[in-house]
Structure formats: structure tokens, C-alpha cells
């Protein structure tokens, strides 16, 4: 399979780290207190003072006019240091590396999450490369079946009956095909999931409640990388995944209303009847 069209594939499926940088910038400010000018003196000189009035000898004190504006003086704003360090450890709360033996745990427990699904089913939400926001239905029966029904006015329709993934068009009247093993759905639905064994693990890291583990296809076939995130607290719940294509494009889906155990109807992912949709 070439990579344009494991890419065509990707950016089809309803499945992006978008990660965003963020720097602040502070400029400093300063204050200027303006000069007064010093009056009296020859009249004939339009009200200056003589230039010898204006140059005090060593050490005498100049002694400003009656009329002239004070100077205020100008003290410095304090700085808690502490408190800005703590502000900005706080600002940045980024994801912990898990590594080692915690990562081992995290990993087999998310494989006993996927490995304790047989038949589930909610609601997606996904946003494409291109910030456009489709929605739908999904449906898992594993091992192998997968369905996205989109909400109109989408007209695509992905079902994966265990052997290979198509894209319906029902505006079209269209459906292409692909080996389910090109894509990242292979890692997911296979009799035993074991990402330690078949995929190439990128990374496992926790964030207030949350675990992410970042995937690639340790052989290949899989253009791109799939990042799983899951609510932690207390059991392992799919929330949301992203999928970057190979040329650096990424979709995100967020999913919920989930319910596991609900069996659907015979033939529900081999369906080539356009008009069979939750929508319809």
C-alpha cells in the first residue's frame, strides 16, 4: 500500500497531539519624572536663570526654588520570586513520563481494557486536519468489526468487517476498500491486543486522571501514529484518540455516551445498503 493512500485512509477515519506551545512575554516600564524648570532670574533673559546660577560649587547644595515641582521618588516594585516560580511550575503542569516498570503496568493494563471488549458502542465527535467538525455514531465488535456512521450532512460511512476496512459514500454511491492491517485499527482488533508486542510503544504518560500511550506499527504496513488517551480514575475508559498521517496531518475524536455489552444486529458491518443508518 502506498503512503498516499495509507494517508487517504487516515484522513478519512474519524481518529491528532496537537500540541501548542504557548510563551508569555513581559516587558519592563519605567517612569520619567519630567523637568521643572528653574524661573526668576534677568527678565531681559526671557525669565532664565544665569548659566552661573545653575552651576553649584563643589560642595554646595542646590537649593530648588520655592515654586519648583517636587521630585518624587521612585521605589522599586517588590518581586516574590517564590511565588513566580511556583505560578509558572503551576502554568506549565505538563504530562509525566511513565517509564521502566510503571510503564509496563500502564501498557498491560491498557490491554486488559481492550482485551475485556466485546461488543461497545457511543458517540463521536471528530475534528479533520482542516479544523472541520463531523459527528456520528461508532460501533466495536472485536475481534475486527468496527462502524462510524456520520451525521448528516456527512455522507461517509466506515465499516470493517474483519478482514477489510471500507469508505462509503452514500452521495457518491461509492466504496473503496483497504487492508484493515494498513490501518491503526489493526493494533485494536485483534484477537488478543498486546500494543507490547505489536506496536512500537512511543511513549506512556499520566496527567490529572488521564493516561496516553502513543502507538506506531512495529512492522510498518500502518502509515502514521495513533495516541489512545483514557479517563483513570478509578477504571480505564476510552475518552479520545488522535491519528497523525505520515505526512504530519492529524485528526482528533472525542468520544462519550459510551456502553459496553449492547449487541447489534447481524451483518451490521458488512452492510453495503446505503440507506441502513442510525440517521435514516
Do not use: C
Not at 46 to 70: C, F, M, T, W
Not at 73 to 80: G, S, Y
Not at 238 to 255: F, H, N, P, Y
Request: hydrophobic letters at 40%; charged letters at 25%.
Amino acid at each position: 500500500m502506498t503512503i498516499r493512500s495509507a494517508a487517504r485512509v487516515l484522513a478519512s477515519l474519524p481518529i491528532a497531539l496537537s500540541l501548542t506551545a504557548g510563551l508569555a512575554f513581559a516587558q519592563d516600564s519605567s517612569t520619567t519624572v519630567p523637568k521643572s524648570p528653574i524661573t526668576g532670574g534677568n527678565a531681559e533673559q526671557g525669565g532664565g536663570a544665569p548659566e552661573s546660577a545653575l552651576r553649584p560649587s563643589i560642595g554646595q547644595d542646590v537649593v530648588p526654588p520655592d515654586n519648583a515641582a517636587p521630585v518624587e521618588e521612585i521605589t522599586p516594585t517588590a518581586i516574590d520570586e517564590g511565588a513566580s516560580w511556583e505560578a509558572a511550575v503551576e502554568a506549565t503542569d505538563a504530562p509525566t513520563p511513565l517509564i521502566g516498570a510503571e510503564q509496563a503496568e500502564a501498557v498491560n493494563r491498557i490491554n486488559a481494557y481492550f482485551n475485556d471488549i466485546t461488543n461497545l458502542q457511543g458517540h463521536f465527535e471528530q475534528v479533520d486536519p482542516n479544523s472541520k467538525r463531523t459527528s456520528g455514531r461508532f460501533y466495536v465488535q472485536r475481534p475486527g468489526k468496527i462502524r462510524f456512521d456520520y451525521a448528516p450532512p456527512s455522507a461517509l460511512r466506515i465499516l470493517a468487517d474483519g478482514h477489510s476496512l471500507a469508505i462509503e459514500d452514500s452521495d457518491l454511491k461509492t466504496v473503496e476498500k483497504y487492508p484493515i492491517k494498513s490501518t491503526p485499527f489493526r493494533l485494536l482488533l485483534t484477537d488478543t491486543v498486546d500494543l507490547g508486542r505489536d506496536a512500537r510503544i512511543v511513549g506512556v504518560e499520566r496527567q490529572d486522571g488521564t493516561l496516553a500511550i502513543s502507538l506506531e506499527d512495529r512492522g510498518g504496513e500502518a502509515a502514521g501514529r495513533i495516541k489512545l488517551y483514557f479517563n483513570a480514575n478509578p477504571e480505564l475508559e476510552l475518552k479520545e484518540w488522535v491519528i497523525t498521517d505520515a505526512q504530519g496531518l492529524t485528526t482528533r475524536v472525542t468520544v462519550n455516551n459510551i456502553v459496553a455489552g449492547r449487541r447489534v444486529a447481524t451483518g451490521w458491518f458488512d452492510s453495503k445498503d446505503f440507506n441502513q443508518s442510525p440517521f435514516r
